[in-house]
């Protein structure tokens, strides 16, 4: 199995700021993913984060308001731009070790609330 | 569209009792996820299915892939069984290989002694 952390759990920022999200693996994965659940809703997939390349990001989610890095095989950030109250919601990671394996890992979450 | 659907959406039982949530998807898929969510919002992966049964405890999961659908059961359930329970699903996409999920909106379980 894989241990993931979040940091930070849960922020309040204000409209127009950004806030980093990071995400640390216990030991290497191969595919990273950054999920959005906004109240009320189910999580959707924001993008995936690849050691070495561009994330791909979903329908609806763009690199100017959710730029990702991927340094290394154990570490990925996600930051949220531009903040406004819609973007209030819990942002979690997940990680796949092996793409054969289709097993997901998944970290705490971080809350988000925007005033 | 690639769908996940659960029912029931809200759900309260005596403890005790046993319960039985339902997951149908839409297209095939490479694996079927069952998860649990608490009320801080951290998730706890419960299964991985991609076919027959699975059993952890008190917990059993089963998947059938000709009807696209699987179930999740709790038996003699427990006040501290009370989460939100969520169906998660690796479609099949032509390069093959795991991607991101796509889920359910979630089943809230109430369990009341």
């Known amino acids: 199995s894989a241990v993931i952390s979040q940091k930070p759990s849960r922020d309040i920022c204000q409209r127009g700021t950004s806030l980093t999200i990071q995400c640390q693996v216990d030991s290497q994965v191969t595919m990273m993913f950054w999920y959005r659940q906004q109240p009320g809703q189910s999580l959707t997939l924001i993008a995936t984060?690849?050691?070495?390349?561009?994330?791909?990001?979903e329908s609806g989610f763009v690199i100017d308001k959710f730029p990702i890095s991927r340094p290394n095989l154990t570490f990925s950030t996600l930051t949220v731009s531009n903040l406004s109250p819609e973007d209030s919601s819990i942002y979690l990671c997940?990680?796949?070790?092996?793409?054969?394996?289709?097993?997901?890992?998944f970290g705490p979450g971080t809350r988000l609330t925007v005033t | 569209k690639n769908e996940v659907e659960q029912s029931p959406q809200n759900l309260t039982a005596q403890e005790g009792e046993f319960i039985t949530i339902n997951c149908s998807y839409s297209v095939g898929i490479s694996a079927l996820h069952w998860l649990q969510q608490h009320p801080g919002g951290g998730i706890v992966s419960l299964f991985m299915?991609?076919?027959g049964k699975k059993k952890h405890g008190r917990l059993i999961a089963t998947i059938n892939i000709q009807e696209k659908h699987s179930s999740l059961h709790i038996t003699a359930s427990h006040p501290r069984d009370s989460a939100v329970y969520i169906c998660?699903?690796?479609?099949?996409?032509?390069?093959?290989?795991?991607?991101?999920?796509?889920f359910g909106k979630g089943t809230h379980l109430i369990i009341q002694p």
């Open positions: 299915l991609s076919s």
């Open positions: 998660a699903v690796s479609f099949l996409y032509s390069g093959g290989g795991a991607d991101g999920l796509t």
């Open positions: 984060a690849n050691q070495g390349s561009e994330a791909t990001y």
């Open positions: 997940s990680a796949i070790r092996d793409r054969s394996s289709y097993e997901q890992y």
